[in-house]
């Protein structure tokens, strides 16, 4: 009995056993199966980028380094690269001789009448010829002739130098080099100086302003503009490209044909609240026969004094537009109170003339000159200058 169940023990325990081996076995199977696709560590994953070498520790860190400096870094704050304006007086020194060249051949004219051998009254004729076409005026002209025919007689030398002496003495005195003519453009205690620019259409307004800004900023004064010419396309644009290369900001309208009144008001303010030095003001062209125009120029003039007097008011007169200037400085003056001239293109012409002819019957004297189309070739209007210019 004791050997039966002794048997039946054995053969339990053998079972075991063997069931034991036999999932022992069948594990190991299905590993082995599951991991059949081995393959060296170093070799890359399915779709990994392959290094072509290895990367040591500290190459790694090189590497991570490279790619910070390489990634983006959010957009680059560049410094706009402003213009350096060249100062007033070595403008005018630079811009004499291309003044001369124009109108030398008023002086040489003059000179050459006033050296002949025999003084004659067609001499004379000649002489008030050449004055009369080169505008300055019937009775400025009238006025130069009588005093060089008084003195020619009293002198009776025909010595170039002192007919060059003479002369020079009877068109300095009728350009009149005892005229205030600088700008008012000084800050006052508590508000800037206020500059209101005007003329017809094509003199080149807003182009002056640019250069005026220019002198302005070139003298370390503090400019803002305002671009009150509102009909024109693109005047706005025009205004803001100029003052931008100097670092002035301009006040304009987003609206197409807005009120001009209006703009030059908030350019005003604007030029109060930031304390600013010289506020200029940017206006349309019109014609001096157009009254609805002329009469908003007024307006235009009447709103910004609600905040601030008008320093000073420029008008821009094409210097090759001779008499017909005239007729357009007498008009504006009578809606705007014209402070001073500004005579564009005089480097285009032989009517320089119209210098004396302006500041005669107006009483207002030319302040600055026009050149040339450079942004540099605006220059306050020297009298001494101009007279030796035209005498060469």
Same mark, same amino acid.
């Given at each position: 009995m004791?050997?039966?169940?002794?048997?039946?023990?054995y053969?339990?325990?053998?079972?075991?056993?063997?069931?034991?081996?036999?999932?022992?076995?069948?594990?190991?199977s299905?590993?082995?199966s599951?991991?059949?696709?081995?393959?060296?560590? !170093?070799? $890359? #994953?399915?779709?990994?980028? /392959?290094?072509d070498?290895? %990367?040591?520790?500290?190459?790694?860190?090189?590497?991570? @380094?490279s790619a910070?400096?390489?990634?983006?870094q959010?957009?680059?704050?560049?410094?706009?690269?402003?213009?350096?304006?060249e100062?007033?007086?070595?403008r005018?020194?630079?811009?004499?001789?291309?003044?001369?060249?124009?109108?030398?051949?008023?002086?040489?004219?003059?000179l050459?009448?006033?050296?002949?051998?025999?003084?004659?009254?067609?001499?004379?004729?000649?002489?008030?010829?050449?004055?009369?076409l080169?505008?300055?005026?019937?009775?400025?002209?009238?006025?130069?002739?009588?005093?060089?025919?008084?003195?020619?007689?009293?002198?009776?030398?025909?010595?170039?130098?002192?007919?060059?002496?003479?002369?020079?003495?009877?068109?300095?005195a009728?350009?009149?080099?005892?005229?205030?003519?600088?700008?008012?453009?000084?800050r006052h205690? !508590?508000? $800037? #100086?206020?500059?209101?620019v /005007?003329?017809?259409?094509? %003199?080149?307004?807003?182009?002056?302003?640019?250069?005026l @800004?220019?002198?302005?900023?070139?003298?370390?004064?503090d400019?803002?503009?305002?671009?009150?010419?509102?009909?024109?396309?693109?005047?706005?644009?025009?205004?803001?490209t100029?003052?931008?290369?100097v670092?002035?900001?301009?006040?304009?309208?987003?609206?197409?044909?807005?009120?001009?009144?209006?703009?030059a008001?908030?350019?005003?303010?604007?030029?109060?609240?930031?304390?600013?030095?010289?506020?200029?003001?940017d206006?349309?062209?019109?014609?001096?026969n157009?009254?609805?125009?002329?009469?908003e120029?007024?307006k235009?003039?009447?709103?910004?004094?609600?905040?601030?007097?008008?320093?000073?008011?420029l008008?821009?007169?094409?210097?090759?537009?001779?008499?017909?200037?005239?007729?357009?400085?007498?008009v504006f003056?009578?809606?705007?109170?014209?402070?001073?001239?500004?005579?564009?293109?005089?480097?285009?012409?032989?009517?320089g003339g119209?210098?004396?002819?302006?500041?005669?019957?107006?009483?207002?004297?030319?302040?600055?000159?026009g050149?040339?189309?450079?942004?540099?070739?605006?220059?306050?209007?020297?009298?001494?200058?101009f007279?030796?210019?035209?005498?060469?």
């Amino acid at each position: 009995m004791n050997e039966t169940w002794l048997l039946v023990l054995y053969i339990v325990v053998g079972i075991a056993v063997i069931g034991s081996l036999l999932t022992v076995f069948l594990k190991t199977s299905r590993n082995r199966s599951k991991y059949s696709d081995t393959r060296d560590l !170093n070799d $890359p #994953a399915p779709g990994s980028t /392959v290094l072509d070498e290895p %990367v040591s520790g500290s190459d790694l860190l090189e590497d991570i @380094a490279s790619a910070e400096d390489e990634a983006p870094q959010g957009p680059a704050v560049t410094t706009p690269t402003l213009d350096r304006p060249e100062p007033p007086a070595g403008r005018l020194q630079r811009l004499r001789a291309r003044l001369a060249k124009s109108n030398s051949s008023i002086g040489k004219g003059l000179l050459a009448l006033l050296s002949s051998d025999k003084i004659d009254e067609s001499v004379w004729d000649e002489v008030e010829e050449t004055l009369l076409l080169a505008d300055i005026g019937t009775e400025p002209t009238t006025q130069l002739v009588d005093s060089l025919r008084e003195r020619v007689k009293v002198m009776g030398s025909r010595n170039a130098e002192e007919v060059r002496g003479m002369l020079r003495e009877e068109l300095l005195a009728l350009v009149d080099p005892g005229m205030d003519r600088s700008l008012a453009v000084q800050r006052h205690d !508590n508000r $800037p #100086a206020v500059v209101l620019v /005007v003329g017809v259409n094509g %003199v080149g307004k807003t182009t002056t302003v640019g250069k005026l @800004a220019r002198v302005l900023v070139a003298e370390d004064k503090d400019v803002l503009l305002g671009a009150a010419d509102t009909f024109r396309a693109a005047a706005a644009e025009q205004l803001s490209t100029w003052g931008a290369r100097v670092g002035v900001p301009t006040v304009k309208s987003d609206v197409d044909g807005a009120d001009p009144a209006s703009v030059a008001f908030e350019a005003v303010k604007a030029g109060i609240e930031q304390e600013v030095d010289v506020v200029m003001i940017d206006t349309a062209g019109r014609l001096q026969n157009k009254v609805g125009l002329m009469d908003e120029l007024g307006k235009v003039k009447r709103v910004i004094e609600k905040q601030t007097q008008v320093d000073e008011v420029l008008l821009v007169l094409d210097a090759t537009t001779g008499q017909n200037g005239l007729n357009q400085a007498k008009v504006f003056s009578e809606v705007v109170d014209i402070t001073g001239i500004v005579l564009t293109k005089l480097d285009g012409t032989a009517k320089g003339g119209i210098v004396v002819a302006i500041q005669k019957s107006m009483g207002v004297p030319v302040k600055l000159i026009g050149l040339g189309e450079g942004a540099d070739d605006l220059a306050p209007f020297d009298a001494e200058q101009f007279v030796d210019a035209i005498l060469n």
